[in-house]
């Protein structure tokens, strides 16, 4: 038995020494890499064994009257190897194969705002190389009721005297901010900033964010010459150049902060949930994550939504919480109970 135990705890070190090693190499090969790393057929026989050896040694190394601690942190590893396997690509090919569940694993949607939409591009599918529905079905439908985009600000204008020369000066493009251009290059004004610059019916200038992007500015250029011209700078076309204009523009509108998507989850007809989803601020309803993966970057009329099933998470959930209060009680409030213990003894005793 005390053979076998050696032997047990001798290949549990190995292991957690080998997936030290591969989760150091996995980080230098980015994120698909790793995750074909740690699915490949290799590997899948490597987590198989290591969750074998480690449920044989709950038993055999973690009494669970003995030992609570190490037999929660063992029961602990065993729920997340398990849950990872449930909620993997494989799993899902295994239970579509042999069970017949056809399940989303993980995928995209594409949504066009004030419409619904229920199907989803499943990524594995479409990489298999058997014929196989690349589209499939939620259980419910995501209305976007509305698409917003948070930019930094503000943007930057660029000026200079000569087309060929670098960039000389730049600004920050805020209505009613001014800059001189040197002793003999006038000032610079902005008069307005658009985010999505149009033209009503009237053909008066409109800024209209809602409706998609053509970021513009508005200047005023001043001469020393006491001449002003009005004009405005487009970051998707090229700079206009007058007859008489004397410098060169360019604006980059601000960066995006952050995107916003407002769902409505339609299911029987009736708003079963509702929500935002943001950059790192996912949406969970009915079994799936939805995360902010794309959006229209022309007109902003519409989002793509990451689906992502949550199979196997909270089994995850349950190794980890397990791993947790295993390390406590067997680190702290075990040695803190025969501390108790001991002096209860020598309390009995007298013995001090």
Same mark, same amino acid.
């Given at each position: 038995?005390?053979?076998?135990?050696?032997?047990?705890?001798? =290949?549990?070190?190995?292991?957690?020494?080998?997936?030290?090693?591969m989760s150091v190499y996995g980080a230098f090969i980015g994120p698909f890499g790793t995750k074909s790393f740690f699915n490949s057929p290799t590997l899948v026989f490597f987590w198989i064994i290591f969750v074998v050896i480690i449920f044989i040694s709950?038993?055999?190394?973690?009494?669970?009257?003995?030992?609570?601690?190490?037999?929660?942190?063992?029961?602990?590893?065993?729920? *997340?190897?398990?849950?990872?396997?449930?909620?993997?690509?494989?799993?899902?090919?295994?239970?579509?194969?042999?069970?017949?569940?056809? +399940?989303?694993? +993980?995928?995209?949607?594409?949504? %066009?705002?004030?419409?619904?939409?229920?199907?989803?591009?499943?990524?594995?599918?479409?990489?298999?190389?058997?014929?196989?529905?690349?589209?499939?079905?939620?259980? @419910?439908?995501?209305?976007?009721?509305?698409?917003?985009?948070?930019?930094?600000?503000?943007?930057?204008?660029? *000026?200079?005297?000569?087309? +060929?020369?670098?960039?000389?000066?730049?600004?920050?493009?805020?209505?009613?901010?001014?800059?001189?251009?040197?002793?003999?290059?006038?000032?610079?004004? *902005?008069?307005?900033?658009?985010?999505?610059?149009?033209?009503?019916?009237?053909? !008066?200038?409109?800024? +209209?964010?809602?409706?998609? @992007?053509?970021?513009?500015?508005?200047?005023? =250029?001043?001469?020393?010459?006491?001449?002003?011209?009005?004009?405005?700078?487009?970051?998707?076309?090229?700079?206009?150049?007058?007859?008489?204009?004397?410098?060169?523009?360019? =604006?980059?509108?601000? /960066?995006?902060?952050?995107? =916003?998507?407002?769902?409505?989850?339609?299911?029987?007809?009736?708003?079963?949930?509702? /929500?935002?989803?943001?950059?790192?601020?996912?949406?969970? %309803? /009915?079994?799936?994550?939805?995360?902010?993966?794309?959006?229209?970057?022309?007109?902003?009329?519409?989002?793509?939504?990451?689906?992502?099933?949550? !199979? /196997?998470?909270?089994?995850? %959930?349950?190794?980890?919480?397990?791993?947790?209060?295993?390390?406590?009680?067997?680190?702290?409030?075990?040695?803190?109970?025969?501390?108790?213990?001991?002096?209860?003894?020598?309390?009995?005793?007298?013995? %001090?």
């Amino acid at each position: 038995m005390n053979k076998a135990k050696n032997i047990l705890h001798l =290949y549990i070190i190995v292991s957690l020494a080998a997936l030290a090693g591969m989760s150091v190499y996995g980080a230098f090969i980015g994120p698909f890499g790793t995750k074909s790393f740690f699915n490949s057929p290799t590997l899948v026989f490597f987590w198989i064994i290591f969750v074998v050896i480690i449920f044989i040694s709950l038993f055999l190394l973690a009494n669970p009257f003995r030992s609570p601690g190490l037999f929660f942190m063992h029961a602990g590893i065993i729920c *997340i190897i398990i849950g990872s396997i449930c909620g993997s690509a494989n799993a899902n090919k295994l239970m579509k194969k042999h069970l017949g569940i056809d +399940r989303i694993h +993980r995928g995209t949607t594409q949504i %066009y705002k004030g419409q619904s939409q229920n199907f989803v591009f499943d990524a594995d599918d479409s990489n298999s190389t058997k014929p196989s529905p690349a589209f499939k079905q939620l259980p @419910f439908s995501i209305s976007l009721k509305n698409f917003r985009i948070d930019f930094y600000e503000p943007g930057i204008l660029y *000026i200079k005297t000569e087309q +060929r020369m670098p960039w000389q000066w730049k600004m920050e493009a805020r209505q009613g901010d001014e800059k001189q251009l040197g002793d003999t290059g006038g000032t610079i004004k *902005i008069l307005k900033v658009f985010k999505n610059y149009q033209m009503d019916t009237n053909g !008066t200038p409109v800024d +209209r964010p809602q409706d998609g @992007f053509n970021a513009a500015v508005k200047i005023e =250029y001043n001469t020393v010459f006491g001449s002003s011209i009005t004009k405005y700078i487009f970051e998707g076309f090229e700079n206009p150049v007058l007859p008489d204009d004397k410098i060169f523009l360019s =604006y980059k509108r601000p /960066g995006i902060k952050n995107l =916003y998507s407002d769902i409505e989850i339609i299911k029987d007809g009736k708003t079963a949930a509702q /929500g935002t989803i943001a950059v790192n601020k996912p949406f969970h %309803y /009915g079994g799936f994550y939805f995360y902010q993966f794309d959006y229209d970057g022309q007109t902003g009329q519409f989002t793509v939504l990451q689906v992502v099933s949550d !199979t /196997g998470l909270f089994i995850i %959930y349950a190794g980890l919480l397990l791993l947790v209060l295993g390390a406590f009680w067997h680190f702290w409030f075990q040695n803190i109970a025969n501390m108790l213990r001991q002096l209860k003894v020598r309390q009995a005793t007298n013995v %001090y």
